[in-house]
């Protein structure tokens, strides 16, 4: 009977004891997980004009076929420069983007587009605007942007995303959206650049056809620095 009752007795100081450990080990993971939160830490982010690029996709033949280019040079200004949020560095930025900078990697598209696209604007040695509002978090969103060209202005909806891995450096914006020239009222511009390109818009209908649509990326690589 003794002995039973002391084989009892160690089963349960056994049991208790593998009770204890257990709560020992659930409070060491729970006391971990407090300290890696701990070590979170906030990030301060800051526009780098060298890391930032403005690319346009425009489009020719029935087909829509595309053609891709960018602007050289432009001028940006954030509001903030540096933030703990990219919402705050886009929000209420101005740009200017002097349109002799067009590079689309032909010499002689690029000479036709400065003189008989861009030419033939009102008032259109830069393409300006301000990006007015922003909705959305860190990670994705719209953005409302008023462009100005060939004398209009108009607000455009474009869609951003912050980049946290993939291809892109933690922290990169993009900023994405259609630019229609016809709402600007440069519907003759377009039509003045598809007469000394005729031949080169010519799809296989034999359709020589310019696409009013522009697309357009701007690309921004922030800095990132730990607080």
Sequence with gaps: MKKQLMTITAAALVAFGAISCNKATQQENTSSVEVAETK????????????????????????????????????????????????????????????????????????????????????TEAITGTIKAVEGDDKAGTATVTVKLNDVEKDLSMKYTVSEKEDDAPGTIRLTGTIDVAEFGATPALEALNGVCEDLHKGSDGKSVLWPTVDVVVKSVLSTTAL
């Design 40 to 123: 979170t830490e906030k990030q301060v982010f800051t526009f780098d004009k060298a890391n930032t690029s403005v690319l346009w996709t425009a489009f020719k033949f029935t087909e829509k076929a595309g053609v891709g280019g960018k602007f050289d040079e432009f001028e940006v200004t954030p509001k903030v420069t540096s933030a703990e949020s990219p919402m705050a560095i886009m929000n209420a930025l101005t740009f200017s983007i002097p349109v002799s900078s067009v590079n689309s990697s032909n010499p002689d598209r690029d000479g036709k587009l400065r003189e008989h696209f861009f030419g033939k604007m009102a008032n």
